[in-house]
């Protein structure tokens, strides 16, 4: 009896493992590049040496952006970024408004001319996103810009000149590469995450 009982045992746990195999398969297959743009400037937050990585898209203009960025971010960075398990980077899109626009303009000349201040201001910038963009606000128009520039002292003929890569461009190859349909969007080691905002699923693919 105990014979048979360690053969099922052992049956199941080979069973098990080849289910598990499988499941990585998928995910490898399924897996995809997620730096479409050649050329492009990328700025990590985090160990960049790190094999897993986490690519976050957004709008500057979605006020839904903003709640991963203050519900789930903070999780992955205690987690697993601050403990050299996970880099981060970011792809600003462009979908909602002139102000997403604009701003990821911005976002592109910042990446490439002032990259260590880059995770501190694009947090700025999504903070104070407003939910109700009613245009009452600056936020996102040239004088919004201009006090980023001032705050962080930046170089103000950098921040304000055509970026290398226009940011239209880059979110039209990032849309039609990885096929994206909403933001956030978010991929880790290639995997799309069905659901942004479920940290066990983002938890999941880290190798």
Known sequence: MKKYRTIIIIVALMLISLI?????????????????YEGQELIYLGNEDTDNELLFMFDYACPWCAVWVDEILPELESDYIDTGELKLRTQAMVYVNDAALRLAN????????????????????????PFDQDGQSNWGAEEYIQELIESYQLDEADMLRDPLIDANELSQVYTQALTVETVPSVYVNGVKVEDPFDLDEIVQLIK
Do not use: C, G, W
């Open 106 to 129: 911005f976002d592109q000349n910042i990446k490439q001319h002032a990259p260590d201040q880059y995770h501190q201001i694009y947090k700025q910038i999504i903070a104070d996103t």
């Open 20 to 36: 598990l195999i499988a499941i990585l398969r998928v995910n490898m297959d399924n897996s995809i590049s997620m730096e479409p």
